[in-house]
């Protein structure tokens, strides 16, 4: 519900980023901002799928083990190449695998099912063979005027290939939204600079700086602000130049916890969801200020980590006209009991195991927001979703259940 009333109330503010165009090889994980039609055949030609000899297939018709057909080669094609000979009946062509099948050819029969003879001149045939045999058409793969991607479309791997397959070296695409990223807190340092003993490093702002680049974004680091009114005041309004803002820290109700009261005094509709039920993460605030979109995350990191990845990615994604890039997800067995708390959705850190083919999920941490840790030991994270059943507090993912797993990198290993 807090997400659903978060976005629809983000929707109506418009915020357009714009489009740009981009060469190919920049495109990707950024998000197209139109149709891709196909503006040719492909392939453009007819062309072989194997190593072999094109023939009319009427030559082999009547061709046995014990009844062969002598084939004269008259050429060779190599991929890329072209041959100005027509086959004729009791003729064949050498061709390799991509080549362009020559004029008079409708067939083609691979290396290994021919003996060749005479200095590769003549070639013996012991079965008959289809038309159309080991030949893709033109357009057999996409037709010209086919949509080949649709507007927002996020680019993978594959994407790009696809597009440099039909000769586009320039795209149109959404420009990033640019997202203001600051930490607050008196206790935080810059990584690099000296550590006091009452001082912790800021790590929050850099994982959420990365998070927010995968996730189509540009990152605008406003570094960190001490927990004075005035200073964090000063900050938010900086921040609101731009498309969104993630502030992490003082988003609980402490005495330094100044944030969600500045967004409230700052602009109108201010905090519009105030604490969320999920663990970790709980003490998120999402808000709305002077048109622009604010997300003020916990500052223990895997609360702001799992705060992101609930309401700052599908924010992002809204924006982008997008529904993002795909999720990797994993169905492993549980390797202990999970206890989860009432009413509260619960965001499961696991690492994922392999063993004789089966996966299996091993709960890192039951608590740890403040243990990055954690998280970065973690394979993946679970999302379980209190259900309403019983009265009891707290109710289990059981051991040797199947749990859906979002995997955070690829696995492979086998434990």
């Given amino acids: 519900m807090a997400l659903k009333k978060f976005l629809s109330r983000s929707k109506l503010l418009g915020i357009s980023v714009g489009t740009e165009h981009i060469s ?27 190593d ?38 009791g003729e064949a062509i050498a061709i390799a695998t991509g080549a362009k099948i020559p004029a008079g050819a409708d067939s083609v029969i691979m290396i290994e099912d021919v003996i060749i003879e ?6 013996r045939i012991s079965h008959r063979i289809d038309r159309g045999s080991n030949i893709t058409p033109r357009g057999g793969d996409l037709r010209k005027g086919q949509i080949l991607l ?9 994407d790009i290939g696809l597009i440099a397959s039909v000769g586009k070296s320039r795209l149109l695409v959404y420009k990033k939204v640019k997202v203001a990223v600051l930490s607050t807190g008196s206790e935080l340092a810059e990584p690099g600079s000296k550590l006091d003993d009452a001082s912790i490093f800021d790590s929050n702002r850099f994982m959420l700086s ?60 201010g905090i519009i969801v105030s604490g969320v039920a999920m663990k970790p993460g709980s003490p998120t605030s999402l ?41 990797a997800r994993q169905v492993a067995k549980l390797t202990s009991n999970v206890k ?30 403040s243990l990055l840790s954690t998280l970065a030991y973690s394979d993946g994270i679970v999302v379980a979703k209190y259900n309403n059943r019983g009265l009891k507090r707290e109710y289990m993912l059981h051991k040797g259940q199947n749990v859906e797993v979002v995997l955070l990198r690829e696995v492979y290993q086998e434990a």
């Fill in 287 to 327: 808000g709305i200020a002077n048109g622009k979109p604010v997300i003020v995350l916990p500052g223990y990191p895997v609360s702001a980590f799992v705060a992101f990845y609930t309401f700052g990615r599908p924010l992002l994604y809204n924006i982008l006209k997008s529904s993002g890039p795909p999720v």
């Fill in 52 to 89: 072999g000899y094109a023939i009319r297939s009427s030559a082999a018709k009547g061709a046995a083990r014990n009844d062969q057909v002598v084939l004269n080669v008259i050429d060779k094609i190599n991929a890329g190449k072209d041959s100005r000979a027509k086959i004729r009946s």
């Fill in 150 to 158: 649709k507007k927002g479309t996020w680019l993978t791997a594959a």
């Fill in 24 to 50: 190919l090889d920049k495109a990707t994980d950024r998000i197209l901002a139109r149709n891709i039609q196909c503006p040719i055949d492909i392939p453009p030609f007819q062309r072989s799928t194997v």
């Fill in 118 to 123: 005479d200095m590769r001149k003549k070639i």
């Fill in 210 to 269: 990365s998070m927010v680049r995968k996730q189509g974004g540009e990152p605008i680091d406003l570094g960190i602000c001490k927990d004075e009114k005035s200073v964090i005041r000063a900050k938010i309004n900086q921040a609101l130049k731009f498309d969104v803002v993630l502030i992490s820290g003082g988003s609980s109700v402490g005495e330094k916890d100044y944030v969600p009261g500045l967004i409230n005094e700052i602009g109108k509709p």
């Fill in 340 to 369: 989860l708390h009432r009413g509260m959705t619960t965001f499961v850190r696991v690492r994922i195991l392999r063993r004789h083919g089966c996966f299996f999920a091993k709960p890192v941490s039951a608590a740890g927001a």
